[in-house]
C-alpha cells in the first residue's frame, strides 16, 4: 500500500503509462471519509501487488485516533523497510523505476542474494533477486517477503524488552548491510500474525 498526495493526479500519470485503475472512497460506519483507495491490476513485473491510498485525515489526526493518546510499549523508532522476491530483478527495478516512478537507490550484494533498495518516503521497499545461478531465492515464490522491519534506537534495549515479555528472541548479529545490527522475532512468537519481525539498529 502506497500513500499518495493526490490520488487524482497519480492515476494520470499511471494511466499515460498504460495501467488503468480507479479510486472509491471508503467511509467508516459513522459515515467519515477515511480515505480514498485505488487496487492497481496485476503488475508481475513489480513482484508485489500494489494498492494506492490518500488518506482522508491529517498524519496527526490519524496517528492520535490509532495510539488513542499512547506511546509504542516496544521501543520502535520506525519502519524501516519491507522485502519483495524478484526472480527477474532487473526486469523487475525498470519496472519500479519507468512506470511507478520509483528508482534504484541502492544495491548490497551478498554471495547468493542481490538487494535492490529503493527509497519510498523514509521507509525502504527491497526487491530481492539472485546474485547465481544455483541461489536458494530462486526456489522462493515471487512476492512480499514475511518479514517486516523495523529501526530501533538501542538493539539491546529492545531485545530485552522483547524477552521480558516471553518472546524467544536470538541474540543480535552484524547483518548484510553495512552498519547495522539485527535480530528478528519470529512470527510464531508473536499470536498467529505468522510475521517475522526484524529489529534493526544503524551502527
Known sequence: MLRVADMSTVLAALAERGIQATSKAI?????RKRLDLAILPDMPDAASQVRLMQPGMSDDERLAEYLGGRSHATPLKR?????????DLERSCRFWDEVLGVPTVGEVVSPTVVVRQ???????FELLGPATPDSPIRQRPPGLNSMCSFEVEDLDVAVAHVRA???????????????????????????????????????
Open 27 to 31: 467511509y467508516d460506519g459513522e459515515g
Open 118 to 124: 529503493l527509497r519510498i518516503g523514509d521507509v525502504m
Open 165 to 203: 515479555a516471553g518472546c524467544a528472541v536470538p541474540d543480535p548479529r552484524l547483518r548484510t548491510l553495512p552498519g547495522t545490527r539485527v535480530t528478528t522475532v519470529p512470527g510464531g512468537e508473536m499470536s498467529s500474525l505468522n510475521l517475522n519481525l526484524q529489529l534493526l539498529q544503524y551502527v
Open 79 to 87: 519502519l524501516d523497510h519491507m522485502a519483495a522476491v524478484a526472480p
